[in-house]
């Protein structure tokens, strides 16, 4: 296997993602693919289904602003430093948005069955609530084949395809991640029908990849196409590369607010500017070089444990006669 | 004693002191994670910390964590273990509190994160960020500490959305729908501490802030609020506790 899927943000977006595609939305409160929600909004997608168990820092925020999605399966969406989500609040009230509530680990349990190959889960959460009676389509309470008692169950969620941000991945498409395995990418990710479009920090040779493998999180079979893309979660965090931009998701909190100035924000930040790395250019013509050396972290935390995948060699046994005593031979 | 703090700094220490040294305490985002930086910082070093993003730890954060997958609550953790770690841990009954935040609650502790309004009528339906892992924790935690700032629309007769589970209608609700934790315990809000009847599940008042008073409580609560006849007033935070606070949180992204 030898296939390059090293492409552009662009070529990935118009390739991969289709109009009326349910999409699982990586990423938890850090790691949200941004670079691809922007990009999927410069394309002016329509009509998408999203899939996810929590995120942050606006994403869903502004695909809704911009008229990307109609839907929504998901527990928890906000701009935590903007403390609402005001797009999604409006969307849902104008009736543009439908909205199916699930917890946490109803969502989570809902992409462990995706990534099991079983139609349902079942979870403890949920039971007892009102997403019981508004979200029949995800979450049903059932009796335990086994003792009898109510257990609430999970639909199994399988997106078409998956967004996901990275640290690193090869151009085979091998992704690898660390720092904090989030809720759902590896599950989202390896439950989507048609693969998965990563964003990566850093491109490395897949013999790297191979050199500590318990840190690939996909591989490479599952992903239609990798693009190179440093900053690529911004204003979200990426563990080693950026914090959270908490001044950026502000300020585009404050566009969100307001329906009548959402257009300027959108212009100005996503349809205004061609790819991501104009995007950074632009942040630092606005911000200056200084606001993005600030969201540089503090490094130095890097593991004292070496690791060794060292194997045993089966040849050894060659010529060693096999063990006995005087009760086998009986 | 000074008096010189504000309502919700003396609701994050007062919530503090309902954890005990060694437990396990899952915490949502929100305020909850700064009880938790201030408990592991005073009294109860030993509590492991869990949160929805997957981690697990036995050590106070190096930063402030904003976020519940908050890059801070990772380094140096003892586990990037992934939200189906911890929320399994809760599922098993091994998490002792499950400390969460909300819009709203009723009398019967439980509680709404999802919006207010009617959700059959989406046009006057206002959507916050969504239940989250609220209602796994409320099922499934030994017990509940919530922590809501006090004001009419906040303490109501019924939540608009159930998002996370307290004691539903009443007695024996719970152990109807088979739920593993024990439900409710202790509430704190800017105004005071309420507790359950063991009996009717009802929330009451047992404490209230200095400053406050039992009028001025009900005067902020929709529902009728039963009172303890030994309520009394919560201690004021001391000037090293309130110093110990306010350095956890130096830009005041929650205290503010």
Known sequence: ?330 | MTGNFKPTELMVIRCAQEIIDGEVVFAGVGLPLLVIGFAMATHAKNIILFTEGGSIRATPPPGLAITVDDPALFCKGDGTFGMLATMAALQRGEVDVAFIGGAQIDKYGNINSTGVGNWNKPETFTYFAGSGGASDMAACGKRILAIIPQDPKRFVERVDYLSAPGFLDGPGARERLDMQGNGPSVVVSTMGVYKFDSHTKEMYLSEYFPGQSVEKIRANCSFDLDVAHDVKETEEPSEDELTILRDLDPTSFYLS
């Not at chain 1, 540089?296 to 890097?302: C, D, E, R, S, Y």
């Open chain 1, 1 to 330: 296997m030898s296939v390059d899927k090293r492409m552009t943000l662009k070529e990935a977006v118009s390739k991969f993602i289709l109009e009326g595609d349910t999409l699982y939305y990586g990423g938890f409160q850090i790691m949200v693919p941004m670079a691809l929600t922007y990009e999927i909004i410069r394309q002016r997608k329509k009509h998408l289904n999203i899939l996810s168990t929590s995120t942050d820092a606006g994403g869903l925020d502004l695909l809704v602003a911009a008229g990307c999605i109609d839907e929504m399966h998901l527990a928890w969406a906000m701009n935590w430093c903007a403390r609402a989500p005001h797009a999604i609040q409006r969307a849902f009230q104008d009736g543009e948005l439908k909205r199916h509530d699930i917890s946490n680990f109803g969502a989570t349990g809902a992409l462990m069955a995706g990534y099991l190959g079983v139609p349902f889960f079942p979870v403890r959460g949920n039971i007892g609530t009102d997403v019981v009676k508004y979200n029949s389509a995800d979450v049903r309470i059932i009796d335990d084949p086994f003792t009898g008692k109510p257990i609430t169950v999970v639909r199994a969620w399988r997106a078409d395809v998956a967004l996901i941000h990275a640290q690193r991945a090869d151009h085979l498409g091998n992704v690898v991640a660390w720092g904090t395995h989030g809720n759902g990418d590896q599950h989202g990710a390896m439950g989507s029908k048609r693969g998965v479009i990563v964003t990566a920090e850093e491109i490395v040779d897949p013999e790297m990849v191979r050199s500590d493998p318990d840190r690939t999180l996909i591989p490479y079979y599952k992903t239609l196409a990798v693009v190179p893309c440093p900053w690529g979660a911004h204003p979200s965090a990426c563990r080693g590369f950026y914090g959270l931009d908490v001044r950026f998701a502000q300020y585009q909190g404050k566009y969100m607010k307001k329906k009548e100035i959402v257009p300027h924000f959108l212009n100005e930040w996503i349809y205004g500017v061609k790819d991501h790395k104009a995007y950074i250019q632009k942040y630092v013509n606005t911000f200056g070089q200084e606001a993005l050396e600030r969201l540089k972290p503090i490094l130095g935390f890097k593991p004292q444990m070496e690791v060794d995948y060292g194997y045993h060699d089966p040849n050894i046994w060659e010529g060693v006669p096999p063990y006995t005593d005087m009760h086998i031979r009986g």
